[in-house]
């Protein structure tokens, strides 16, 4: 039980970290389409492009006035993205799951649950995986 807890705290901040990861590089992209609409050709300091926004990947996509593309979001952002809507289908799921397990544990044992019981019960699980202490 001890295991599942770490395990969902350590993905929650993973998920945490990548959203905000994934939130600034688009606020980013975002700001700089937003002040201007003309973006910088890549090697050509005096020459500009039209800037949009581009769903997948997320971010500003930089083309010529001919429609040929200089630069686009790198595709991090994709695997990102993905992880994000992955992890918000599984960490809720895993957390409801773990959460109502050990409701019914202590149900079974007191009648009733508080932290107190969770931290008990914990404890409990951690002493069966590592056997009798001396």
């Known amino acids: ?6 395990a969902l705290a350590v993905g929650w901040l993973v998920w945490v970290g990548g959203a905000a990861i994934l939130g600034v590089a688009a ?3 975002s700001a700089n389409l937003n002040s ?17 926004w ?7 996509v930089c083309a010529g006035p001919k429609g040929h593309v200089f630069s686009r979001p790198q595709s991090w ?3 990102i993205a993905i992880g994000l809507g992955v992890g918000l289908v599984v960490l809720p799921t895993g957390t409801a799951i773990l959460g109502r397990r050990m409701r019914n544990r202590a149900e079974t044992r007191s009648g009733s649950m508080d932290l107190e019981d969770i931290v008990h019960l914990v404890d409990e699980d951690a002493g069966r995986a ?3 202490q001396s």
């Open 1 to 6: 039980m001890k295991a599942a807890i770490a």
């Open 27 to 29: 606020a980013h992209d």
């Open 36 to 52: 201007a609409t003309a973006c910088p050709i890549p090697n050509h300091p005096k020459h500009y492009g039209i800037a949009s």
């Open 54 to 60: 581009q769903w997948w990947p997320p971010g500003e």
């Open 77 to 79: 952002r994709s695997k």
């Open 130 to 132: 590592t056997g009798p």
